[in-house]
């Protein structure tokens, strides 16, 4: 399926090394922003809907030396109404710890007087609310609702309505059967109608090579049979 070329999106990697004493508890690291795009239509209000982006790192009396989970693959931004999407968001993780995945409800953020919070608002965050018909096991119309493969992380759904939608996706790592952290993945998902770019089909050749009478048309005759592939 051949996805409409007007739709694309921008990626921005913020990389920085630092050192940092982790408290009791553990230590969040946050990123805020407002506010969503007006024309999302899972959940109620987006223009006034900020987003939180989380990762949790784990208190130090559970594990001195630990790295988190990260995502292999960046979703894709569209999905083809009808298509049945299969996608791999899968994640690793360095120490070999147990991954599992879950669909989850984007936490809310910053708001419209302060866009981008520096530092961000402290915790704990409210979650977005979902609209009427949507929840965080119903984030996309579906004859087969949007759900993540707990242990392997592959995504499947196959949406029925166009549109713009809110995801959430959540990987949690367990070490020894101790929950470490987790690691919050919150984009868009745009449904909508994709032109097919191949033809099942050929031309035939009534003739199969023969000669005709007058008033006949003979379709089979021997063994060698013209196609041209469309």
């Excluded at 866009?115 to 119903?138: A, D, E, L, R």
């Excluded at 690691?183 to 998902?189: E, I, K, M, T």
């Excluded at 909508?192 to 033809?199: D, E, G, L």
Aim: proline share 7%; with cysteine; net charge negative.
């Amino acid at each position: 399926l051949q996805i409409p070329p007007v739709i694309c999106t921008e990626e921005a990697i913020y990389q920085k090394i630092v050192t940092l004493n982790i408290p009791p508890g553990g230590l969040d690291l946050i990123y805020q922003r407002c506010c969503r795009n007006s024309i999302i239509q899972n959940i109620v209000n987006p223009q006034d809907m900020g987003s939180t982006y989380m990762s949790h790192v784990p208190d130090p009396a559970l594990v001195t030396n630990n790295n988190g989970a990260h995502f292999l693959n960046v979703p894709p931004l569209v999905l083809c109404n009808g298509d049945n999407f299969v996608f791999d968001h899968s994640a690793v993780d360095a120490d070999g710890d147990v991954l599992v995945y879950e669909m989850c409800t984007p936490f809310h953020g910053a708001n419209s007087v302060s866009p981008m919070p520096q530092p961000p608002n402290g915790g704990p965050y409210t979650n977005i609310s979902w609209g009427t018909g949507y929840g965080v096991n119903n984030q996309i119309n579906g004859t087969q609702n949007l759900q993540i493969n707990s242990s392997t992380g592959e995504l499947i759904c196959t949406p029925t309505s166009n549109g713009v939608y809110v995801v959430g996706i959540c990987v949690k790592e367990y070490r020894n059967g101790v929950f470490l952290s987790e690691v919050y993945r919150d984009f868009l998902l745009y449904v909508t109608n994709c032109s097919t770019n191949t033809i099942a089909s050929f031309a035939d050749d009534p003739l199969g090579g023969g000669q005709a009478s007058a008033g006949q048309s003979i379709f089979c005759n021997g063994t060698t049979v013209n196609i041209t592939n469309n």
